[in-house]
């Protein structure tokens, strides 16, 4: 991760502008801190990736935000194939202004953009879609990418991809849980049975609805335990004995979070942590 950053660093120098990718899911959790302080002085845009995950609502809400805040944003699902006029146009927009400017100037150049994120947040599926062929490894884990790369994927527009870079110490327990709830961290640096009680106990009451009519609960109370408890008893997973598989109960309610089988889930929204 180090030796990412100094990389992402001494890029930065050399593009005229950033595309963060964050999960559309966790947005504020997905944001990587020191990047404020790397692209200090670039223009930037915000690509809420994964959006077929997340609500349409709650994608509004946050491109609101952002925009409040003087960067563009777009959501965009970078598995779908038409997302990439989409994406297109929206880069094209939010760099009008310096093509513009180059223009009248009379200089033909390459806008040239960095692509950056955490791990496991769509950046080469991105590299990908735009460049409409498996130009970057992708993969449905973390540190999938390991070196950089220039890819031309329209005309006068150049992109550089990055590896993900996480940074040193999280800002509170949420954040580590929700970044290991969506893939950015890896399963095995957390406790499964940590992560699932995390999710159906600390989670906002929109999710808890959804993990009531998924596994036709009345309430969710106090203790995790036997909540997971009671979903292991629903679906029958049992061990020999009798007594209830809770660890499969536990490994089923993130795998079940994570592919979106609830539903859209969005685990953060401006109001709440902003």
């Not at 997973?237 to 993130?254: S, V, W």
């Amino acid at each position: 991760m180090t030796k990412a950053k100094r990389q992402m660093i001494d890029n930065a120098k050399r593009v005229d502008a950033v595309m963060e990718v964050l999960d559309a899911r966790i947005p504020h959790s997905s944001k990587n801190p020191d990047f404020d302080e790397i692209f200090a002085h670039k223009k930037r845009m915000i690509v809420l990736n994964k959006a077929d995950l997340a609500g349409a609502g709650m994608m509004k809400a946050w491109i609101e935000y952002y925009q409040s805040i003087g960067i563009d944003a777009i959501d965009i699902c970078a598995t779908r194939k038409n997302d990439k006029a989409k994406l297109i146009q929206f880069i094209k927009k939010s760099l009008s202004e310096r093509l513009e400017r180059n223009k009248k100037r009379g200089i033909n150049k390459d806008i040239k953009l960095m692509v950056a994120g955490i791990p496991n947040s769509g950046k080469s599926t991105i590299i990908n879609l735009m460049a409409s062929q498996a130009s970057a490894k992708t993969g449905n884990k973390p540190g999938v990418t390991r070196g950089q790369q220039i890819i031309r994927v329209a005309e006068g527009i150049v992109l550089l991809d990055t590896p993900g870079v996480l940074w040193p110490k999280f800002q509170s327990e949420r954040q580590a849980m929700n970044l290991a709830l969506t893939g950015a961290i890896k399963e095995q640096v957390l406790d499964i049975w940590e992560l699932a009680s995390f999710l159906v106990s600390e989670s906002p009451e929109r999710i808890k609805e959804q993990i009531k009519q998924r596994y036709n609960l009345e309430e969710i109370g106090s203790d995790p335990a036997a909540t997971i408890q009671e979903i292991a008893k629903k679906r029958g997973f049992l061990l020999k004995g009798g007594e209830y598989d809770l660890d499969r109960t536990a490994q089923m309610i993130i795998t079940e979070f994570k592919n979106g089988v609830w539903g859209k889930a969005v685990l953060e929204n401006p109001e709440e942590i902003l």
